[in-house]
Nanobody, 119 residues
Framework: QVQLVESGGGLVQAGGSLRLSCTAS????????VAWYCQVPGETREVVAA???????KYSNAVRGRFTISRDDAKNTVYLQMNGLKNEDTGVYYC?????????????WGRGTQVTVSS
């Protein structure tokens, strides 16, 4: 079972930046995709950004132009650089890996890291 560990969350003022890291116990480049999700209390997790094994990248409309997802295969880590943070970016950010096409869901999840953006 692959383990994913997120880090880098914290409290930041609106307009500030954070960089989240997702480090895998296995070879992260072997996953067909890795994604970042955000969950606000009482709501479902929403995908924020994703990167495929081939390097295709997608962002949600809410973060496009402000967030950047990248992958460092040597460190088995996927990053989420978050710039121009807004109050509505507050939530728990989860890393997910290996998309299961039959179940339409990711197979492995981290425990999440809290991001809080203050006014």
């Amino acid at each position: 079972q692959v383990q994913l560990v997120e880090s880098g969350g914290g409290l930041v003022q609106a307009g500030g930046s954070l960089r989240l890291s997702c480090t895998a116990s296995g070879t992260i480049s072997s996953f067909n995709a890795v994604a970042w999700y955000c969950q606000v209390p009482g709501e479902t997790r929403e995908v924020v950004a994703a990167i495929t094994q081939g390097g295709i990248i997608k962002y949600s409309n809410a973060v496009r132009g402000r967030f950047t997802i990248s992958r460092d295969d040597a460190k088995n880590t996927v990053y989420l650089q978050m710039n121009g943070l807004k109050n509505e970016d507050t939530g728990v950010y989860y890393c997910a890996a290996e998309w299961d096409r039959d179940r339409s869901e990711f197979r492995s999840w981290g425990r999440g890291t809290q991001v809080t953006v203050s006014s």
